[in-house]
């Protein structure tokens, strides 16, 4: 089969990384024809274009396709995807992310295209702005009508879409955002020698979090309990991962605070060093307002570390309460704290829920399944518009 990914950008990010593993997949292990269209990956969270322009498939940057809302560059954007699509023609078209899913497919509905679409985290979530919220269900809500079938990330997306009348239950399937888990199962390096390197001595307790330093990824969060969770157990350091334009403000937070030496900031770091830096962790904390289902979920619990999630979209999914961790009503601070400090003094506790989620996911979340599952959902739509067709 031919078929033609479109997605608004490949920053270093979940959706993306789901993204390319899939294209790469297809490519390399099914065989199949394809390509992969985005828009320009700018922004400090790090781009992932080299690896896909060295992926030996089709690969193409859009500059019109933009993230950010606005009319006269979106409908440039449509006529290029529209150009695009006539120039290749694929059997398939499978779209991702907000913008580019429904740019993309229109346009595949313009040619008669047959069209798949994964919901990698709703379009409209906490923290928009009313009118934006309610811009994005009428567009999710018109483009649903014009593809075959929608790739849910997690049940609980699906849930999300049917209440809000997007399309019918019976149009959505479950796939869950694969990676590769072997490093998380067996880090490239000792955890001792990261922890040497990130100034982490042998007895402190490690509490990581992995995010872009930006709105509504919580970090807010960490910082509200910080004092307190310092204050009950002092060998506790929060490391956070990623880098963003919050970066500045978090710091100077954390030194009114006078917790500076109990947080380490590692910057921007290439997916391929996260394995090393959860296997450097204790536990896994993930405070963010809005999320699909996070990777950083499985990949903790493949790690074998246990995780303490905001209850939010499909973490419950994969962090099941007394476990493989804990999950806390969003901006429950004392039981985010209390949640912490339990498995900050329970090394056993640590090890049991950790095994315990690394038994739970690893199957589950490897990309070649993810792909295998995708690539039978485009021969069922296939195989349904070939039939439609001779009739």
């Known amino acids: 089969m031919y078929v033609v990914h479109i997605i608004t950008r490949l920053i270093v990010g979940g959706a993306q990384e789901n993204t390319l593993l899939n294209v790469e997949d297809q490519h390399r292990d099914f065989g199949d024809r394809v390509a992969l269209v985005t828009g320009p990956g700018v922004g400090p969270e790090g781009s992932l274009e080299q690896r896909a322009s060295q992926g030996g498939f089709e690969f193409r940057v859009l500059p019109e396709l933009r993230r950010n809302l606005h009319p006269f560059r979106d409908m440039a954007a449509y006529r290029s995807l529209l150009r695009t699509l006539r120039e290749l023609k694929p059997d398939l078209v499978h779209t991702h992310s907000s913008k580019a899913g429904i740019l993309g497919r229109?346009?595949?509905?313009?040619?008669?295209?047959?069209?798949?679409?994964?919901?990698?985290?709703?379009?409209?979530?906490?923290?928009?702005?009313?009118?934006?919220?309610?811009?994005?269900?009428?567009?999710?809500?018109?483009?649903?009508?014009r593809c075959d079938r929608i790739i849910s990330v997690a049940d609980a997306m699906t849930d999300q879409y049917v209440a809000a009348g997007i399309a019918p239950r019976e149009k959505f399937v479950t796939i869950y955002s694969g990676m590769d888990v072997d490093p998380f199962l067996h880090p490239p390096r000792d955890p001792a020698d990261v922890r040497r390197e990130l100034g982490i001595a042998p007895d402190d307790i490690v509490i990581g979090k992995v995010a872009r330093l930006f709105h509504l990824k919580g970090h807010e969060s960490i910082l509200n309990i910080a004092e307190d969770v310092v204050k009950r157990?002092?060998?506790?350091?929060?490391?956070?991962?990623?880098?963003?334009?919050?970066?500045?403000?978090?710091?100077?937070?954390?030194?009114?605070?006078?917790?500076?030496?109990?947080?380490?900031?590692?910057?921007?770091?290439?997916?391929?060093?996260?394995?090393?830096?959860?296997?450097?962790?204790?536990?896994?904390?993930?405070?963010?307002?809005?999320?699909?289902?996070?990777?950083?979920?499985?990949?903790?619990?493949?790690?074998?570390?246990?995780?303490?999630?905001?209850?939010?979209?499909?973490?419950?999914?994969?962090?099941?309460?007394?476990?493989?961790?804990?999950?806390?009503?969003?901006?429950?601070?004392?039981?985010l704290a209390d949640a912490l400090i339990a498995l900050a003094d329970?090394?056993?506790?640590?090890?049991?829920?950790?095994?315990?989620?690394?038994?739970?996911?690893?199957?589950?979340?490897?990309?070649?399944?993810?792909?295998?599952?995708?690539?039978n959902v485009y021969a069922d739509v296939l195989r349904r518009h070939s039939s439609s067709a001779s009739t």
Not at 113 to 125: K, L, W
Not at 236 to 259: C, H, K, S, T
Not at 293 to 309: D, E, F, M, T, Y
Not at 346 to 361: F, S
């Open 106 to 145: 229109a346009a595949a509905a313009k040619l008669g295209i047959p069209t798949v679409h994964t919901v990698h985290g709703a379009s409209f979530h906490v923290g928009q702005h009313p009118l934006a919220h309610w811009m994005y269900r009428q567009a999710e809500r018109w483009a649903a009508k």
């Open 233 to 335: 157990n002092p060998r506790i350091r929060f490391l956070f991962v990623g880098d963003g334009l919050l970066r500045p403000e978090i710091e100077r937070r954390i030194a009114d605070m006078g917790l500076t030496d109990r947080f380490v900031f590692t910057g921007l770091v290439p997916p391929t060093q996260i394995p090393e830096l959860i296997g450097a962790m204790d536990a896994v904390v993930h405070t963010s307002l809005w999320e699909g289902l996070a990777r950083v979920l499985p990949q903790g619990l493949i790690s074998g570390k246990p995780v303490v999630s905001y209850d939010v979209d499909g973490a419950r999914e994969v962090v099941i309460e007394g476990e493989t961790g804990f999950l806390v009503p969003v901006g429950e601070n004392q039981k």
């Open 346 to 375: 329970d090394p056993a506790l640590r090890q049991r829920l950790g095994q315990t989620g690394r038994e739970r996911c690893t199957e589950s979340f490897r990309h070649l399944e993810m792909t295998r599952q995708i690539r």
